[in-house]
């Protein structure tokens, strides 16, 4: 370390770094101290602009860029605040100064709007891969390890580099990509300072005309890596009726991750299961988004699937208010009469928190609209796996179902016919008239789809018959 000006290429400095990261994860503490030195020296090297010719990973002499040795710095920073090895709280001050520097320094990627051309219309993509919006991360990580040690530190080294951040006197006013982590990261820096969070709220999710697209880089970010939250939303309300409002802003953008709007969505469903709002009228904003994205289909329609795979993820357990709730849901759905979303019923019908005999019931309106509007039902083999399950206890609503899919068949669409016979012998053997006519029905349906590999059904039920 003592010979430090002496290193040519930057390289060097960032295979130095890395190995000091191995002597930390085996809680090797002796040269700390030293090593945050060191560090505080790398980043005494300031990032500036890249030719076009540029070698980023810092192997020329004459050109040295330093971009790669001060990413190495915020790694090793990064490493420093893990549960393990758990760094001694005697470098708070060291760690700060780092993050500091980190937080406030030029960035070339940031300040020249240079993102990966891959990423650039990824604000969150581009805020993990940049290393001073990385810095923001790892300021909270900061924020949290000091609570290791002090439970009941409002960490003050946080909340005051975030406000220094957010000053228009900055050097550097923060970029998307940064705002991007900063919406990420809000429930965790309200879980460190909940009065500073919400006085600053705004700060986070900015709506001023100027600032669209920061604010949008927030929110959507927020949305992606946070769940439901009942205190968040009562805090964030005014954003989510901003979001509904701006619902544009979020088809502009095409992002490697999930589509915003489709958790948009989910997030005003489980916000309406808590009863946060009503279904329908003007308080409700799940009625809202619907409305917004009533040219979208395909919105509904996941948003429809991914309801559904929630629910049968659940398992058998789900509050009866939440129960009625979710009921009540598909009734307004089914309403709407949109096969584009109805069709996709494949989890909703798995879904064991939902009783079987309205999840059969619900099924069967389904396939009647479905039908209706000419539009195939998706997953058959789900579907007559789930039916062939609740056969035993639902006879009768099982086979209305399995006939009703049977209508209008085609040749070129495959049933497993193991599942299917299974169904039709035990509509065949039933006493009851209606459930008889029903399983006849689909068989004489397959049938006329050449479907001759049921022909033996036919025989059975003619032999039957013959006995009686």
């Not at 600032?211 to 805090?235: D, T």
Request: charge should be negative.
């Amino acid at each position: 370390m003592a010979n430090r000006d002496q290193i040519e290429r930057p390289i060097y400095v960032r295979v130095m770094i890395y190995a000091i990261q191995a002597y930390i994860k085996e809680k090797n503490f002796d040269q700390l101290n030293e090593w945050l030195a060191f560090s505080k020296w790398v980043l005494s090297h300031p990032d500036r602009e890249h030719k076009g010719d540029y070698k980023q990973a810092g192997e020329s002499r004459e050109d040295q860029n330093w971009t790669n040795a001060r990413r190495a710095v915020g790694d090793f920073i990064g490493v420093c605040l893990e549960d393990d090895p758990n760094v001694p709280i005697t470098v708070r001050e060291q760690l700060a100064t780092l993050l500091e520097t980190l937080c406030t320094q030029y960035d070339w990627n940031l300040d020249e709007n240079n993102p990966n051309r891959l990423y650039r219309k990824d604000p969150l993509i581009q805020g993990i891969n940049n290393t001073r919006s990385r810095a923001l991360e790892d300021l909270v990580k900061f924020g949290f390890w000091l609570r290791r040690y002090k439970p009941e530190c409002e960490v003050p080294e946080v909340t005051t580099l975030l406000a220094k951040r957010f000053s228009s006197e900055s050097n550097y006013p923060l970029t998307p990509p940064e705002y991007a982590i900063l919406g990420k990261n809000y429930l965790s820096i309200y879980n460190l300072n909940k009065k500073w969070a919400i006085a600053h709220k705004s700060d986070f999710f900015p709506q001023a005309q100027s600032k669209r697209q920061e604010w949008y880089a927030a929110f959507s970010s927020f949305l992606l890596c946070n769940g439901a939250i009942k205190q968040i939303f009562e805090i964030l309300k005014d954003d989510f009726n901003f979001a509904l409002q701006h619902l544009s802003d979020f088809k502009k953008h095409d992002l490697v991750a999930q589509q915003p709007i489709d958790v948009f969505g989910e997030r005003l469903f489980n916000y309406y299961l808590w009863k946060m709002f009503p279904l329908n009228g003007e308080e409700s904003l799940l009625e809202q988004f619907y409305q917004q994205t009533d040219e979208k289909p395909e919105v509904w329609a996941n948003l429809f699937n991914n309801i559904g795979y929630r629910l049968s993820s659940t398992g058998k357990d789900l509050d009866p208010s939440m129960k009625d709730n979710v009921k009540k849901f598909l009734y307004w759905r089914l309403k709407q009469e949109e096969p584009t979303e109805l069709r996709y019923f494949t989890y909703w019908l798995q879904a064991e928190c939902l009783d079987a005999e309205w999840r059969l019931k619900s099924y069967s309106k389904v396939i009647d609209v479905c039908k209706a509007k000419d539009c195939e039902v998706e997953d058959w083999e789900i579907y007559l796996r789930e039916l062939c399950q609740m056969l035993p206890k639902h006879t009768a609503k099982v086979i209305e179902c399995f006939a009703k899919l049977t209508d209008g068949i085609h040749n070129n669409i495959y049933i497993q016919t193991e599942e299917a016979k299974t169904i039709l012998k035990a509509g065949l053997k039933s006493s009851d008239t209606l459930v008889y006519q029903n399983a006849e029905r689909a068989l004489n349906n397959l049938l006329r789809a050449d479907k001759m590999e049921y022909m033996d059904l036919v025989i059975d039920k003619n032999k039957q018959i013959s006995e009686l």
